[in-house]
């Protein structure tokens, strides 16, 4: 059954966060197939959910990470083998009678062979009780009567529903629906406590997110995002997604009130609600200016600190970024384009 032209919803975890969505179809290629999605989460798609049906970001980064697993896997095997191989011509030779020396005890050789057994018995042992654990989830697992999924914590599972919001951060204010976002939203935001360092030049990130953004963008590496139209390619879906939405459609859903301008995404329209707003909570820290948005308000701190944006193609020089940038489309379009096209 093929989803409705409205129906913006994640095809697994019914996310509604319509600009962590993209579609089922980019999702999907040579390397990670409709096969493997399929195998992986148990759904089967029809031909038409395949070209309309969408996924969250987050959803799409553990179906790249269970691709990670089983390609680890399958590369480990082979050198797995190699050990096993290795190591039983060492025991084959190490079983030869010495030429010289006393052979081991009967006593000597059996205490050997039970040590050697023993955590054998032991991987068994924990490889019966994973079983039976993931059993005891599955019993403990009920099912939400408003989505129909089967969720182990209901409670936690139903304020995605309610958009109940119990927990605030006692820092700033902010409120959540999940204890364990609001520990990792004071870790990453308040504490700026490091969890993934990059490995190639040493950088420290306080979200896995901003850690595989950074790889892609700064060192190219990590899976690429081809347009299927255009053949262009991106370092995040949410590029493609946006490539996708601005040129390729012309689907303006997204429709301002006041003005009655169209945009593509609900974020968008937002940034422009501001504009017919007179509110400027953004207070300059060096002036008394204020502005409507925190962007606002740091291309205009920047001018304090003599900061200056020259023209990547000629002698002028800017105080604002914005500036700069409209300079260079306008005066040098044809570089500008280039420049574009090199960099994805």
């Known amino acids: 059954m093929a989803n409705p032209p409205e129906f913006k919803v994640c095809r697994y975890c019914l996310s509604r966060q319509e600009d962590h969505l993209i579609p089922f179809e980019i999702v999907t290629d040579a390397v990670l197939t409709i096969q493997d999605v399929e195998t992986i989460t148990g759904v089967q798609l029809s031909e038409d959910e395949h070209r309309t049906c969408v996924i969250c970001e ?33 025991i084959g030779n190490e079983d030869k009678p010495p030429s010289t020396g006393t052979p081991a005890s009967d006593d000597e050789s059996i205490d050997e062979v039970a040590f050697e057994d023993e955590p054998k018995q032991t991987k068994q042992q924990r490889t019966v009780k994973r079983k039976a654990d993931r059993q005891c989830e599955l019993i403990q697992q009920k099912l939400c009567v408003i989505c129909g999924a089967m969720v182990k914590n209901l409670k936690q599972h139903e304020r995605v529903h309610t958009k109940e919001t119990p927990f605030e951060c006692s820092y700033c204010g902010v409120r959540m629906g999940n204890s364990s976002n609001l520990l990792r ?35 190219r590496i990590g899976k690429m995002y081809e347009c299927n139209l255009c053949n262009k ?45 007179s509110e400027q909570p953004f207070a300059c820290r060096l002036c008394p200016r204020r502005y ?31 500036v700069r940038n409209a300079h260079e489309r306008k005066a040098h379009p044809t570089e500008v384009q280039s420049e574009n096209a090199s960099s994805t």
């Not at 409507?292 to 604002?320: M, N, Q």
Request: aromatic share 10%.
């Open 58 to 90: 987050e959803c799409d980064d553990k179906l790249n990470a269970w691709f990670k697993f089983r390609t680890d896997c399958q590369q480990n095997n082979a050198r797995y083998r190699n050990l096993v191989e290795k190591l039983t011509t060492e």
């Open 185 to 219: 939203h004071i870790d990453a935001i308040h504490l700026k406590r490091i969890i993934r360092t990059c490995q190639i030049c040493g950088k420290g990130f306080t979200s896995h997110y901003s850690h595989r953004s950074h790889v892609r963008s700064q060192h």
């Open 292 to 322: 409507k948005t925190p962007y606002g308000r740091k291309s205009h701190e920047l001018t304090h600190s003599g900061v200056e944006f020259p023209c990547r193609f000629c002698d002028k020089r800017y105080r604002y970024k914005m």
């Open 233 to 277: 390619t991106f370092m995040h879906h949410s590029s493609l997604r946006k490539h996708h939405l601005h040129l390729h459609t012309n689907e303006r859903k997204h429709v301002c009130t006041v003005c009655g301008s169209r945009w593509h995404t609900k974020g968008a329209l937002d940034k422009h609600l501001v504009s017919h707003t």
